[in-house]
């Protein structure tokens, strides 16, 4: 399994848009072989003495943290889809971000451990 994982710093008010842009990811992301999707809000995000989720993301006063990953059973199927997703005209009708892009950390994942119940 492979993870792409996200922390992103959304506007409070924005919510709800950025729950509409994650539910029409979806269904694209899935179609070319996302196994699952993650979206976390902010409910316990406490600042940090070193470092932080909130000086990770340079988030502003008002803006809450959204903690996120998607799932693929491999990074060439995580690569392929990022290409294809790129150049699929679904992904223009999202409009513009409910977030300031720029300030979002992600990066792949090679997954080490994995217990589920």
Same mark, same amino acid.
């Not at 996120?68 to 992904?91: F, G, L």
């Given at each position: 399994?492979?993870?792409?994982?996200?922390?992103i710093?959304?506007?409070?008010?924005? +919510?709800?848009?950025? #729950?509409?842009?994650?539910?029409?990811? !979806?269904p694209?992301a899935?179609?070319?072989? $996302?196994?699952? *999707?993650?979206?976390?809000?902010?409910?316990?995000?406490k600042?940090?003495?070193?470092?932080?989720?909130?000086?990770a993301?340079?988030?502003? +006063?008002?803006?809450? #943290?959204?903690?996120?990953?998607?799932? !693929?059973?491999?990074?060439?199927?995580?690569? $392929?889809?990022? *290409?294809?997703?790129?150049?699929?005209?679904?992904?223009?009708?999202?409009g513009?971000?409910?977030?300031?892009?720029?300030?979002?950390?992600?990066?792949?994942?090679?997954?080490i451990?994995?217990?589920?119940?």
């Amino acid at each position: 399994m492979y993870v792409n994982g996200f922390v992103i710093a959304v506007p409070e008010g924005n +919510k709800q848009a950025y #729950i509409d842009v994650a539910e029409k990811f !979806w269904p694209i992301a899935r179609e070319f072989g $996302a196994l699952s *999707q993650v979206e976390c809000w902010e409910a316990d995000v406490k600042d940090g003495k070193t470092t932080d989720f909130r000086r990770a993301t340079k988030a502003e +006063k008002g803006e809450k #943290i959204v903690f996120s990953w998607v799932t !693929w059973p491999d990074k060439a199927t995580a690569d $392929a889809a990022n *290409q294809k997703m790129m150049e699929d005209p679904r992904m223009e009708d999202f409009g513009e971000m409910p977030f300031d892009g720029p300030r979002m950390v992600y990066g792949g994942f090679e997954v080490i451990v994995n217990r589920e119940a």
